[in-house]
Every structure is written in structure tokens, then in C-alpha cells.
């Protein structure tokens, strides 16, 4: 610890001594090291913090959905080792499985009933031969549910349960980097640009308008067009664009509040140097909103990443986007109800998980700000 | 005569008004205009004062928050004497936050809230890398007891949203002085507090003064706990010092009308008392490019035009021993 160091040609003053009190024996007992005090008093404030966080309802919603998604990701490769592995795994990959349900169909003229009859022009790209009547072996996909596929197959014959759980991960790792490339720049973006004002000031947040006015929709497909973009770099870009952008601003008007108070000035008057003032008192105050951002965040990286997949745009093995990307271009899109497998699940995944990490960003929006409180 | 702590020569402090790149400024506001006084090891002067008349600023200046634009001030330090407001060597720097210090108007906002009473103290130790971690817990923990909070233990490791406005400031006096500084700025240490703690911190800060040989700029708008605390009193209006005296002369004599219409608004616990009518007229002029003529001239009662109203500021005279005004015409009024 650089603390520890001590520089051999500065002394402690002498002990004060004739004053009341100080008897020749030590006046203190500290017997436990600063750290393990420190560890102690973060264990008590998140514990303070956390009966606040958890008066509220939403936020609980939210963590519970978060942990339903998250135990469907480390099930994910569980199952792929156990039920799903073995002679199974060619049926149950994600990526590169094929499973076709063999079902039969009565070939007729006109179909009443699409899941049992199929029409002669179809029939004979099974079997060249066939004719009105005859009951033909007709293999399926996408497949509906069924006990062997519990969420069917998808246009390709892949089981979209194990997309979806697989997916999930992720689904996670962008939303992490994301939200930590984000606050990590905004944080310290925003601090210096509080703490030095002036022409610091003036060009960091002049950057941020650009950064803010840039379409990031468009930005991206351009982007993705120059190369294919791996989902850690999509996580990459998207902090870099919103730590210089949005969060960035909000965040230097909260370092601005703080960096006028008069501890600073009392920390300057001890001889603290800048990045002492700007790392330790004008970033920790500023921290707490800092994490606020970074859930929301996650929530906006998710439902980029469904966006950019939709379009191919994003060179993943597979995603939420990219399940809907392929029904989408095998023309499964509009077929609505019939083909909701296709569709629902993982649109429903992206929904879900965007909420619940928004819910979260809003319960602890009241932790931080206590004028959101009910009492 | 001995060597004076802190000496102050024409100390300046001028805001531009208006300024743009392209247009240097032209009109300022003089804060503090010309001031000169001194400190002498183990003194306290106090700075007295409107809201408004430089008091904060002169104080800021002297601990380096606010860069001077005029003047010198000149501290000694064990035997050599430096201008610190043009430190350009890092160690003189470093020795001039270690040996002076400043105690802040408001206990609630000058401790950072995330931090713990320990780390608030040690904070000089700790920026200067003085001593080790052990030496520092112990450093801290003398301090805590020599400002009264016992045990200090139990006091070590609190946040400030733990204590109450007494015990912070006693936190920030403590953090003051663990540095053993020379010279203290004091700005209004006691006006955000309870009236039945003040008399307790104002106590402790005179034993400390007293013990450790302390100097202190004590700045306050309210009269009688400058009498309580100082041994001299300077008055300021407008960026000027228009008295300077030892205090109970200054209470007991004013000669400058300024010093005396404070005097006359100190409120009396006598609920008979009719209160002599307050002698200025007027609100505080405008501290932008000021004219060349006393400050005071559009309140001050005995004002003359041929005098006052045409020539400059008075300086400050020595009209009694000891006993500084800025007035053309004290002279010439019944003291």
C-alpha cells in the first residue's frame, strides 16, 4: 500500500503534551487493521443500503428477473454436459444442431387443417409421386413445441429453448461491459471536466453535444458495415458513445455540485494535489448515480444488441437478435400466431431482461436520491 | 518588537467583470482593496465585518484557496520568512500547508460525507505522506481527545452524518491542527452552530491557542464573539480596514462612524433599552471600480464634501496608540 511508504526526512510532530488526558500510556487500543475496519464499515452501509433498496417492490421484480435469466445461463452448459450432451448434442447445439420432427400429412386438394393435410403442390417437393389421398412423411421445420423441443425448432431445425438460454449469456457479458465502459469514462470524464472548468470544461462537454447529436443507430450499421463488429466491441462502442455523450453530461453537473463543496476546499487546504481531490472526494460522491447509469445502461446495450442482430450486423453465434433475425429472413416474421415460438420468446427475453435492469436502476435511484423516497 | 507571524502588505483581491476572449476586462470589483496588518505569534485578530466587505476573501487568500492579485503576504516559518502567495517550490509549499490551516464556516459540508472521522483528520498526514499508518491512528486519536471527544476510539471510525454539529466542528479543528500549524484561519467557525455549544468550541479554540502557541485570523460579523476570542479586532467595509485596535480599546472607543454604527446594532439583553438611532443611511455602495473617494462617504453621517467627497480613500492612521483609523475627520470628533 502506497500509504504505508514512509519518506525518511518527515517526522510526526512530537506528542502535545501537558493537556488534559494524555497520561504516559497510550491513549488508544486499536487493535484491528484498517482495512478490516474499513470492510466492516462498507458491510454496514450496504446493509443500510440494501433495507432501503428493498422496501421497494419494483427493484425486487427487477432482481428477481435478473436472477431467473441469470440461472438460465448457467443452466445452459449444465444441461449441455448432462441431458442435453452425449449423442444428444448434435440434436441439441445451439448453433449447429438439426433435429427435423418426421410428421405425416394426408395430401389433399385444399388444406381445412394445416397441421394434418398438406396441399399436392407442397407434397411433391417431398415425394414426386405423391397423390390426393395418399398420407406422406413430411419432415418439420421450425418444428411447433413439443415434449422433445418444449419451445420448437427454429427454421433451421436448431431447439429454441437452447438458443434462448444460451443467449442469455450473452446477453449478460454485453450489458456488463457495457454499462463498465460507460460509467468508467463518464465518471472520470465528467469529474475533470467539473473539477478544471474552464477550457477543460468547455471541450469535454462540446464533445458530448457531438456525441449526443450522432444518430447511434445509423453510426452502428455504418460501423458494422467497414467490418463485422464481435458483441465485446459493441460493448466497447456503445460505453465509449454513451460515457463521452448523455452520462457523461449528467454526471458533471452532479461533480459540479460536489466540487464546489467546502470539504474539497478543506482537502486543498491540507495539501491534497488534484487527482487527490478529483479521485478522492469529488468520484466518490459522484459514484453513487454513476451506478444508477450503468443499469440503465444495461438496459439500452441489450435492446441495441437485438437491434444490430436484427440486421445481421453483429457477428455473434447466436442472440435474441439473431433468432429473430433468422425467422425473419426465412419470412416466418409475419406469420404471427402461427409461428409464435419463432418470435415470442426471445423478443420476450429482450423485453424482460431490459425492464428488470431498468427496474433496478429505478429502485436504486431512490437509494441514491432520498427526495424519491415515500417517507 | 518581535518578528510577526503573518504579515500582510497591501493585499489585493480584484474579479474581473465581464471578461471574454477577445476583450480583456476593463471594470473589476475590488474585493479587498490595500489591506495591511499583522499577526504576532500566539495573537488572534479578529476580522470584522458586513456580508460582502472582503472578510471570506482576505481569509481564502491567506490559506491559498484564492490566487492574490495584489500585495504580499508574507509568513514566517521557523526563522525564514516566505511570500506564500508566490510559492512556486513545491517543498515551500509543502511546508506552508503544514503550517497553516484553515476552520471552516459550515460542519456539515466541510467533511466529505463518505468519509470517516479518522480519515477526515488524518487527510494532511496522509496527502503530505507523513508518518506511518500506525503513528497517524495514533496522531488522531490524541487529537480526539485533546478537542474533547472521548473515547476516542469510538469516535474513529463514525461518519459525519453520526455526530452532531458541535462534534464536527471539533472534527474539523482537530483536522486543523493535527498538521501542529503556525498560523489558523478561522472563518466563522461558530455561527452555524447552536448558541449553547459555541461557548464550548470558542473555549476550546482559545486553550488550543493558548497550549500550542497558535495564531489565528479570526473572522466573524458578530462583535461579541470577537471580543470573546481576539486580542485585536480589525473592522473591514468594503474591501478596505477602516479601524484596527486592540479589542477592548476598539469596543470601548471607536472612533471610525462605521465601527461605531456597528456598535449601536449590537443588540442589549434589556428589554428597556431604547436603542440611539443608528447613525449611517443607505445600503453598501457597489464595490465595482469604486470612486476615488472614502468608501464610506455616501453613508457616513459627519462626511464633508471638501474633504471627503474629493480626495482619496484615508489611510489607515495610527490616532491613538494602538489605535488605527482611516478617517480624515476622527480627529476632529470627540473619541
Excluded at chain 1, 357 to 372: H, K, Q
Excluded at chain 2, 108 to 134: C, H, K, W
Excluded at chain 2, 198 to 221: C, E, G, W
Aim: charged share 20%.
Amino acid at each position: 500500500m502506497a500509504l504505508e511508504q514512509k519518506p525518511p526526512d518527515l517526522e510526526i510532530g512530537p506528542p502535545i503534551t501537558g493537556l488534559e488526558g494524555s497520561d504516559d500510556e497510550p491513549i488508544i487500543a486499536i487493535t484491528e487493521p484498517l482495512w478490516r475496519i474499513r470492510l466492516r464499515l462498507l458491510w454496514r452501509s450496504f446493509k443500510k443500503n440494501w433495507g432501503l433498496f428493498a422496501e421497494n417492490r419494483i427493484g425486487l421484480v427487477g432482481l428477481f428477473v435478473i436472477a431467473i435469466f441469470a440461472v438460465m445461463a448457467i443452466a445452459h452448459p449444465i444441461l449441455m454436459a448432462t441431458a442435453w450432451g452425449g449423442d444428444n448434442r448434435e440434436i441439441y447445439d445451439p448453433v449447429i444442431g438439426y433435429d427435423a420432427v418426421v410428421k405425416e400429412f394426408t395430401v389433399v386438394e385444399e388444406v381445412t387443417d394445416p397441421l394434418s393435410e398438406i396441399e399436392l403442390i407442397d407434397a411433391r417437393f417431398t415425394n414426386i409421386n405423391a397423390q390426393v389421398g395418399d398420407v406422406i412423411e413430411q419432415p418439420q421445420q421450425p418444428a411447433s413445441p413439443s415434449s422433445r423441443h418444449l419451445l420448437g425448432t427454429d427454421p433451421l431445425g436448431r431447439d429454441v429453448l437452447s438458443q434462448l438460454m444460451f443467449s442469455t449469456r450473452a446477453a449478460f457479458f454485453l450489458g456488463m461491459v457495457a454499462a463498465l465502459v460507460t460509467v468508467f469514462i463518464a465518471t472520470t470524464v465528467g469529474s475533470i471536466a467539473a473539477f478544471f472548468r474552464g477550457f477543460v470544461d468547455a471541450f469535454l462537454m462540446r464533445v458530448a453535444d457531438l456525441i449526443l447529436l450522432m444518430p447511434l443507430i445509423p453510426i452502428l450499421i455504418v460501423i458494422g458495415g467497414f467490418w463485422t463488429i464481435e458483441l465485446w466491441q459493441l460493448g466497447v462502442i456503445i460505453g465509449i458513445l454513451n460515457g463521452f455523450g448523455g452520462v457523461a453530461i449528467v454526471l458533471r453537473s452532479q461533480a459540479l455540485a460536489v466540487s464546489v463543496k467546502p470539504f474539497v476546499d478543506a482537502a486543498r487546504v491540507a495539501g491534497g494535489s488534484r487527482w487527490h481531490l478529483i479521485f478522492r472526494h469529488v468520484i466518490p460522491n459522484v459514484l453513487p448515480l454513476s451506478f444508477l447509469y450503468m443499469m440503465f445502461g444495461v438496459t439500452e446495450a441489450i435492446s441495441l444488441e437485438a437491434i444490430l442482430s436484427f440486421f445481421g450486423l453483429l457477428n455473434v453465434e447466436m442472440s435474441w437478435g439473431l433468432m429473430i433475425s433468422i425467422a425473419q429472413a426465412e419470412g416466418y416474421l409475419l406469420r404471427g400466431l402461427d409461428v409464435w415460438w419463432l418470435l415470442f420468446p426471445a423478443g420476450l427475453a429482450v423485453t424482460f431482461l431490459a425492464a428488470a435492469f431498468f427496474l433496478v436502476g429505478r429502485a436504486m435511484d431512490e437509494v441514491v436520491n432520498p427526495r424519491l423516497r415515500k417517507r | 518588537m518581535t518578528e510577526a507571524r503573518v504579515e500582510v502588505k497591501d493585499l489585493e483581491k480584484r474579479y474581473p467583470v465581464q471578461k471574454s476572449v477577445f476583450r480583456s476586462a476593463k471594470d473589476f470589483i475590488h474585493a479587498v482593496d490595500g489591506i495591511n496588518f499583522r499577526i504576532d505569534p500566539g495573537e488572534s485578530l479578529g476580522l470584522v465585518g458586513e456580508s460582502g466587505c472582503g472578510k471570506t476573501t482576505t481569509g481564502r487568500m491567506l490559506v491559498k484557496l484564492l490566487e492574490v492579485t495584489g500585495g504580499e503576504v508574507l509568513l514566517q516559518d521557523s526563522g525564514e520568512v516566505i511570500d506564500i502567495s508566490h510559492i512556486t517550490d513545491k517543498d515551500d509549499l509543502k511546508r506552508f500547508r503544514s503550517d497553516v490551516q484553515m476552520i471552516f464556516q459550515d460542519p456539515f459540508e466541510s467533511m466529505n460525507p463518505r468519509r470517516t472521522v479518522y480519515d477526515t483528520i488524518a487527510e494532511p498526514l496522509t496527502v503530505q505522506r507523513i508518518g506511518t499508518v500506525p503513528d497517524r491512528e495514533a496522531k488522531v486519536a490524541e487529537l480526539l481527545n485533546l478537542v474533547g471527544l472521548t473515547p476516542a476510539e469510538s469516535f474513529m471510525f463514525r461518519f459525519p452524518h453520526e455526530l452532531s454539529g458541535g462534534q464536527r466542528q471539533r472534527v474539523a479543528i482537530a483536522r486543523a491542527l493535527i498538521v501542529d500549524p503556525t498560523f489558523v484561519v478561522a472563518d466563522e467557525p461558530t455561527s452555524m452552530l447552536d448558541v449553547s455549544i459555541r461557548i464550548s468550541v470558542m473555549d476550546l479554540m482559545l486553550k488550543l491557542a493558548d497550549r500550542l502557541n497558535v495564531s489565528y485570523l479570526y473572522i466573524t460579523h458578530d462583535l461579541a464573539v470577537a471580543r470573546y476570542m481576539c486580542d485585536r479586532i480589525a473592522v473591514m467595509y468594503l474591501g478596505k480596514i477602516v479601524e484596527l485596535a486592540d479589542t477592548e480599546d476598539l469596543l470601548g472607543h471607536p472612533m471610525h462612524p462605521y465601527t461605531r454604527a456597528l456598535l449601536s446594532a449590537v443588540p442589549v439583553p434589556d428589554p428597556s433599552y431604547q436603542r440611539p438611532p443608528v447613525e449611517i443611511k443607505g445600503g453598501i455602495s457597489k464595490s465595482i471600480n469604486p470612486e476615488p473617494r472614502c468608501r464610506f462617504y455616501d453613508r457616513c453621517p459627519i462626511a464633508r464634501e471638501d474633504i471627503c467627497g474629493v480626495q482619496d480613500h484615508p489611510p489607515l492612521e495610527e490616532k491613538a496608540p494602538n489605535h488605527w483609523v482611516a478617517c480624515y475627520l476622527v480627529d476632529k470628533q470627540p473619541a
